[in-house]
């Protein structure tokens, strides 16, 4: 079991003490750090900074939004994030939801899956550089006949340190999840419980078995979301959560249409999810951070006395997850990963 930094995105400017939490995350031989844009801060100027200031740890994107850039700026930026940390990058991709996309980006929401497919096979192409680039597809066209007529396809100028930069996909539905599975190198699961595993082992099987399909279930990486909270009161250490959880269960996306919501709903909290998502919508935030119950944190997060965490640690250790991503100050990192390496 691998432990990673998840810096996250922005609130309303730099996240208070990031540079020594990620110090920390090196010093304690964290696999990776990993930065998040919603509409603020970017995703890769963060990592770039930051990372300069490292020398070991791999750094991801979790997620960069494929809606902010086409496909060719985004295989751009990942060479040149690999050739500038000698090889570490890991690029983390995700559609987002329709009100980010098309609310702050202006881009059409249609077909996920399909613009999923159509964007990676053009950054493996770009990235394998055998020759200029063409592609025709469904949402993306290089060699685009436009207007002006002189639009041609084209060759990075720039060698690839890797032509095979790892990409891991953010996906939460079934269909995604078997795409992450059969396209890529990784799938970053935001919202997963080990003790739900039927809902998503059944997607990454399908996904695997697929012809072509570029792993396996041996070298397939899945880095899951997890928060770790060391405290004596584990109904303390809830209530440092319920709000997080309150917030993208009932107020992320809209009512009819929240793929974060879909998780608990799927593990049979589809009640407590609309109670949460009402009280939410109508402004009463407090009464609906309450109303998420502590066994459903505890599926979700490692939370409660060192004892009972390595003990529910078990339960992680047995599923396909191969990375904890987890967040918070250098002294929290610090608690956290002295309990989870230790176990």
């Known amino acids: ?44 100027t963060p990592l770039a900074w930051w990372g300069s200031r490292t020398e070991r740890v791999q750094l991801g994107t979790a997620i960069m939004q494929m809606s902010a850039r086409r496909p060719a700026a985004a295989a751009m930026a990942a060479i040149t994030m690999d050739h500038l940390s000698g090889g570490r990058f890991i690029l983390g991709l995700g559609v987002s939801g329709p009100q980010v996309v098309e609310g702050w980006y202006g881009e059409p929401f249609a077909k996920p899956l399909a613009r999923t497919r159509e964007y990676v096979s053009i950054l493996r192409e770009i990235w394998a550089r055998r020759g200029p680039v063409t592609f025709e ?15 041609k396809p084209l060759k990075s100028t720039v060698h690839p340190l890797r032509e095979d930069i790892p990409i891991y996909l953010a996906a939460e539905g079934p269909k995604n999840v078997a795409l992450a599975a059969e396209l890529c190198d990784g799938w970053l699961a935001l919202f997963y419980s080990p003790h739900a595993e039927d809902l998503y082992l059944p997607n990454l099987q399908e996904g695997w078995a697929r012809e072509g399909a570029r792993r396996s279930r041996e070298d397939f ?21 319920r709000p997080m959880y309150a917030l993208y269960f009932g107020g992320m996306g809209a009512k009819t249409k929240n ?75 610090r608690r956290a990963a002295e309990v989870v390496l230790d176990a």
């Open 259 to 333: 793929f974060h919501a879909n998780v608990p709903i799927r593990m049979g909290y589809e009640a407590v999810v609309d109670e949460v998502q009402s009280l939410y919508l109508e402004g009463k935030k407090t009464e609906a951070a309450a109303a998420i119950p502590t066994a459903l944190v505890e599926q979700m997060a490692l939370i409660g006395p060192a004892d009972k965490i390595r003990h529910d640690l078990e339960a992680w250790r047995d599923s396909v997850v191969t990375t904890l991503m987890i967040s918070g100050d250098a002294a929290t990192i």
């Open 137 to 151: 597809g469904d949402h993306y066209t290089l060699g685009l006949p436009g207007p002006s007529g002189l639009g």
């Open 1 to 44: 079991m691998k432990l990673a930094l998840q810096t996250g995105y922005w609130g309303s400017g730099p996240p208070h003490g990031v540079e020594e939490s990620i110090a920390e995350a090196e010093r304690l031989g964290f696999h990776s750090i990993w930065t998040a844009e919603s509409y603020g801060s970017d995703v890769l």
């Open 221 to 241: 990486e899945v880095a899951a979301t997890v928060p770790v909270i060391v405290h004596d009161d584990v109904e303390q250490a809830a209530d440092l959560l």
